[in-house]
Nanobody, 117 residues
Framework: QVQLVESGGGLVQAGGSLRLSCAASGSTASITAMAWFRQAPGKQRDLVARVGNDGSTYYRDSVKGRFTISRDNAKKTVDLHMNSLKPEDTAVYYC???????????WGQGTQVTVSS
């Protein structure tokens, strides 16, 4: 099993910055990629950014140029640096890991990010 614990959410004004952190523990050797998802009230959970074991990254279009995902394999952490935040970035952000064995993925408990206009 893999345990994921997020930190760093909070309230920020539009245009501000936040950094989310996720610490992984447990069977971390089985992790193949890590990512951040977000879910706004009444909406589906969407992939925000992903980083693979090879360092390749993916960002959804709406956050490109504003968010950066970074991973420290030694510390077993993945961060999401969020700049130029907009009210539409308001959501619960979830850390996510893909693993090579069943159940193939794990979720953190989520952390609230609120951007005021």
């Amino acid at each position: 099993q893999v345990q994921l614990v997020e930190s760093g959410g909070g309230l920020v004004q539009a245009g501000g910055s936040l950094r989310l952190s996720c610490a992984a523990s447990g069977s971390t050797a089985s992790i193949t990629a890590m990512a951040w998802f977000r879910q706004a009230p009444g909406k589906q959970r969407d992939l925000v950014a992903r980083v693979g074991n090879d360092g390749s990254t993916y960002y959804r279009d709406s956050v490109k140029g504003r968010f950066t995902i970074s991973r420290d394999n030694a510390k077993k952490t993945v961060d999401l640096h969020m700049n130029s935040l907009k009210p539409e970035d308001t959501a619960v952000y979830y850390c996510y890991s893909e693993v090579s064995i069943w159940p193939y993925n794990y979720w953190g408990q989520g952390t609230q990010v609120t951007v005021s206009s």
